[in-house]
C-alpha cells in the first residue's frame, strides 16, 4: 500500500473553472437556504449551500463570491466563499466531496487508497466514500471560536446518525474513519457539544471504538485554487 505523499500547498480544486464569479455584499438571509445580496446597486437572491448557523460570516457588509446561475432557476446565484480577515473562505458544502476525495486520493488518510467509491450505502445511511475497505464520513468546518475549529455549527441529527453508522461498521469488522476538512485556521478541532450534545456524545464513542480521527486544513489562494493546508490535530492529542 502506498503511503501518503500530500504536501502542503498542493492544489485539490479550482473555484474558478468554468464558472461565471462575481462578488457582492451580505444583506440578510431570510432562512437557512437564501441569502439577500448586493451586487453592483442590485439585491439578488443567493442560494445558500450551507444549513449551519454562519453567524460569525454571513453578517451585514461582508464581501461574497458568488456563482450566476442559470436563467429560470429560483435564486439568481449561489455563494461560494466570504472574504474573512484571513482572506476567502470556501462556504459552500457541495464542494467539499469532491475536494476530500482528491485529498483522499493524495494520501490524506495516511495511505493511497487504490480504489476509493462515493456515496456507499451502509446501514440506514450513505456514507460519504469507501477507500479500499476503510469508510470515510466527511465533515467541513467553518467555525472558528476562541481558537477552535467546532463542528456542527447548528444541531445536526444527520451528522450523529453517520457516526454511528461508523460505529456498527467498526462493530463488524470493517475499517472507518471521520474526517474533517477545515475552512479556516485554528488550534485544533473538537466536536461543538454546547451546541450538539448528542453529536459530540457520538464522536467519542465513535473514537473509543477505534473509528479514526483525521482532519486537515484547506485555503483558497488569490487564483481560487483550494489548497491542502497541512494537518488539523484532536484537540488533547
Given at each position: 500500500m502506498?503511503?501518503?505523499?500530500?504536501?502542503e500547498g498542493?492544489?485539490?480544486?479550482?473555484?474558478?473553472?468554468g464558472r461565471?464569479?462575481e462578488?457582492g455584499?451580505?444583506?440578510?438571509?431570510?432562512?437557512?437556504?437564501?441569502?439577500?445580496v448586493?451586487?453592483?446597486?442590485?439585491?439578488?437572491?443567493?442560494?445558500?449551500?450551507?444549513?449551519?448557523?454562519?453567524?460569525?460570516?454571513?453578517?451585514?457588509?461582508r464581501w461574497?463570491?458568488l456563482?450566476?446561475?442559470?436563467?429560470?432557476?429560483?435564486?439568481?446565484?449561489?455563494?461560494?466563499?466570504?472574504?474573512?480577515?484571513?482572506g476567502?473562505?470556501?462556504?459552500?458544502t457541495r464542494?467539499?466531496?469532491?475536494?476530500a476525495?482528491?485529498?483522499i486520493?493524495?494520501g490524506?488518510?495516511g495511505?493511497?487508497?487504490?480504489?476509493?467509491r462515493?456515496?456507499?450505502?451502509?446501514?440506514?445511511?450513505?456514507?460519504?466514500y469507501l477507500?479500499?475497505?476503510t469508510l470515510?464520513?466527511?465533515k467541513?468546518?467553518?467555525?472558528?471560536?476562541?481558537?477552535?475549529?467546532?463542528?456542527?455549527?447548528?444541531?445536526?441529527?444527520?451528522a450523529?446518525?453517520?457516526l454511528?453508522?461508523?460505529?456498527?461498521?467498526?462493530?463488524l469488522?470493517?475499517d472507518?474513519a471521520?474526517?474533517?476538512?477545515?475552512?479556516?485556521?485554528?488550534?485544533?478541532?473538537?466536536?461543538?457539544g454546547?451546541?450538539?450534545?448528542r453529536?459530540a456524545?457520538a464522536?467519542?464513542?465513535?473514537l473509543?471504538?477505534?473509528?479514526?480521527?483525521r482532519?486537515?486544513?484547506?485555503?483558497?489562494?488569490?487564483?481560487?485554487?483550494?489548497?491542502y493546508?497541512g494537518?488539523?490535530?484532536?484537540?488533547?492529542e
Amino acid at each position: 500500500m502506498k503511503q501518503e505523499t500530500l504536501q502542503e500547498g498542493t492544489i485539490l480544486y479550482n473555484l474558478g473553472a468554468g464558472r461565471e464569479l462575481e462578488e457582492g455584499t451580505f444583506v440578510e438571509r431570510p432562512n437557512r437556504f437564501v441569502a439577500t445580496v448586493e451586487v453592483g446597486g442590485d439585491l439578488l437572491r443567493v442560494h445558500v449551500a450551507d444549513t449551519g448557523r454562519l453567524e460569525e460570516i454571513l453578517t451585514p457588509g461582508r464581501w461574497l463570491l458568488l456563482q450566476q446561475n442559470r436563467p429560470g432557476m429560483k435564486t439568481d446565484a449561489t455563494l461560494l466563499a466570504a472574504k474573512m480577515e484571513e482572506g476567502w473562505v470556501l462556504i459552500n458544502t457541495r464542494l467539499h466531496a469532491p475536494i476530500a476525495r482528491r485529498a483522499i486520493e493524495l494520501g490524506v488518510l495516511g495511505f493511497v487508497p487504490r480504489q476509493i467509491r462515493n456515496e456507499v450505502s451502509f446501514g440506514g445511511s450513505r456514507i460519504d466514500y469507501l477507500a479500499d475497505t476503510t469508510l470515510v464520513e466527511l465533515k467541513g468546518c467553518s467555525l472558528v471560536r476562541e481558537g477552535f475549529c467546532l463542528f456542527p455549527n447548528a444541531p445536526s441529527i444527520r451528522a450523529t446518525r453517520h457516526l454511528g453508522e461508523l460505529i456498527e461498521a467498526k462493530a463488524l469488522g470493517y475499517d472507518a474513519a471521520v474526517l474533517i476538512m477545515a475552512l479556516r485556521r485554528c488550534r485544533c478541532f473538537r466536536p461543538y457539544g454546547e451546541r450538539d450534545p448528542r453529536f459530540a456524545e457520538a464522536f467519542g464513542k465513535a473514537l473509543k471504538t477505534g473509528v479514526a480521527y483525521r482532519g486537515f486544513f484547506v485555503r483558497l489562494d488569490e487564483d481560487l485554487n483550494v489548497r491542502y493546508d497541512g494537518r488539523l490535530s484532536l484537540c488533547g492529542e
